[in-house]
């Protein structure tokens, strides 16, 4: 089945760039999503569709996607940003089935 | 607004069953797929099953397959997950998602707040 490979841990001060990778095989070819989930809370898309975000979700957040590797960017990072998050992506050739990477833990210095 | 509210889980035997539903509304619910994701303690989020808008279409994660059933009633705005033979490893929060689908690709835009599902003996 297909494989998201996420780093465990990024971290970054107020107000500084952080970048959270999610590696998979051509990922670039295919839709990928996003969410941020906080101990105790239901997950959040923040985006979807590689860069789209949807309502509500600030400007900081962008997505981009290229060859085995998608990226969530997050821009003048913020105390309330310190969370998990997750890219997603559907894998449809076999069955149909969803597939989230590992996670990535956000801390905010 | 869009609201997902869940009911059921708790603590249950190895082996046992257990059902847990989904209370949509704020959407035409019988216009959407809906998925069921899990996280066990201290692990990443596992998507665990969905269901198309009519029902006519289900699948489920291999680590699932045969002992768990996703069902719909849309008269109720209803969807369920029944959990048969559970095992250790199913312990986890059980959150259950509207689905929104972008070319052959599904993905999550509105969660349930969750429902612990604890297997133990």
């Known amino acids: 089945s297909y494989v998201l490979t996420q780093p465990p841990s990024v971290s970054g001060a107020p107000g500084q760039t952080v970048r959270i990778t999610c590696g998979g095989n051509?990922?670039?070819?295919?839709?990928v999503h996003w969410y941020q989930k906080k101990p105790g809370q239901a997950p959040v898309l923040v985006v979807y569709?590689?860069?789209a975000r949807p309502s509500g979700i600030p400007e900081r957040f962008s997505g981009s996607s290229s060859g085995n590797t998608a990226t969530l960017t997050i821009s003048r990072v913020e105390d309330g940003d310190e969370a998990d998050y997750f890219c997603q992506v559907w894998e449809s050739s076999r069955n149909h089935q969803g597939v989230f990477g590992g996670g990535t833990k956000l801390s905010v210095l | 607004q869009v609201q997902l509210v869940q009911s059921g889980g708790g603590v249950v035997q190895p082996g046992r069953s257990l059902r847990l539903s989904c209370a949509a509304s704020g959407f035409t619910f019988s216009g959407y797929a809906m998925h069921w994701v899990r996280q066990a303690p201290g692990k990443g989020l596992e998507w665990v099953a969905f269901?198309?808008?009519?029902?006519?279409?289900?699948d489920y994660a291999d680590s699932v397959k045969g002992r768990f059933t996703i069902s719909r009633d849309n008269s109720k705005n209803k969807i369920y997950l029944q959990m048969n033979s559970l095992r250790l490893e199913d312990t986890a929060v059980y959150f259950c998602?509207?689905?929104?689908?972008?070319?052959?690709?599904?993905?999550?835009?509105?969660w349930g707040q969750g429902t612990l599902v604890s297997v133990s003996s």
């Open positions: 051509n990922i670039g070819g295919q839709p």
């Open positions: 998602a509207k689905g929104l689908r972008y070319s052959d690709s599904f993905y999550f835009d509105h």
């Open positions: 569709d590689v860069f």
């Open positions: 269901i198309s808008y009519d029902g006519g279409d289900k």
